[in-house]
């Protein structure tokens, strides 16, 4: 498996505060890179994804891409407690490898 | 709505039965699929590649033998657990890239297996 490394956490930020996860990648020639919400029981689910150095943003949610450091990130602003969940960041140059994850609970 | 679904959605067996799981691509076509294995509290690992028309392609460490893969048509591919164990028991999850978008992986909602 190509290493995928996330803070494993877990975190805990309260309602309404930006939550920030991060991850690393250890193979350069990845090209994609998504970030995948995880409820517990549950398959993931896809959050957003981003392909190009810098930062990009979809509602509450920014992904920022910084691939001469070869590290992706997700911001969540304003964080719900919906959003308390596994947040999953994955690599993909011809497959998909994951990091262990980063446990979010959010505090209402 | 789901695009990609996956038979039984839980499974309970006895030691040394085999259990085969279905994965299906409903308004796509996929000529590759993806199988997950997830322990509790663990990530997603990659147990193996199923290509359509063509074998398998296993991830290091996990036994073709024991988890036979095959990938009938452009929407379906199983997952047959042979002699399962209580080891094995996990949620197992598939996926299928959807292609012509953002190259992005669409997860079947998983297949809870139980070895008892």
């Known amino acids: 498996q190509k290493e995928v490394e996330q803070n494993s956490g877990p975190l805990s930020v309260p309602e309404g505060a930006i939550a920030s996860l991060n991850c690393t990648y250890s193979d350069r020639g990845s090209q994609s890179f998504f970030w995948y919400r995880q409820y517990s029981g549950k398959s993931p689910e896809l959050i957003m994804f981003?392909?190009?150095?810098g930062d990009k943003e979809d509602g509450r949610f920014t992904a920022q891409l910084n691939k001469a450091s070869q590290y992706v990130s997700l911001l969540i602003r304003d964080s719900q407690p919906s959003d308390s969940a596994t947040y999953l960041c994955?690599?993909?140059?011809?497959?998909?490898?994951f990091g262990t994850g980063t446990s979010l609970t959010v505090i209402p | 709505g789901a695009v990609v679904s996956q038979h039984p959605s839980w499974v309970i067996c006895k030691s040394g039965t085999s259990v085969k799981i279905e994965c299906r691509s409903l308004d796509f076509q996929a000529t590759t699929m993806f199988w997950y294995r997830q322990f509790p509290k663990q990530s997603l690992m990659l147990m193996a590649t199923s290509n359509e028309g063509s074998k398998a392609t296993y991830e290091q460490g996990v036994e073709k033998d024991k988890f036979l893969i095959n990938h009938a048509s452009l929407t379906l591919s199983t997952l047959t657990v042979t002699s399962a164990h209580p080891e094995d028991s996990s949620f197992y999850i598939c996926s299928a890239p959807r292609l012509g978008g953002a190259d992005t992986q669409y997860f079947g909602p998983g297949t809870r297996l139980t070895v008892l």
């Open positions: 981003i392909y190009s150095n």
């Open positions: 994955a690599v993909n140059p011809h497959q998909f490898y």
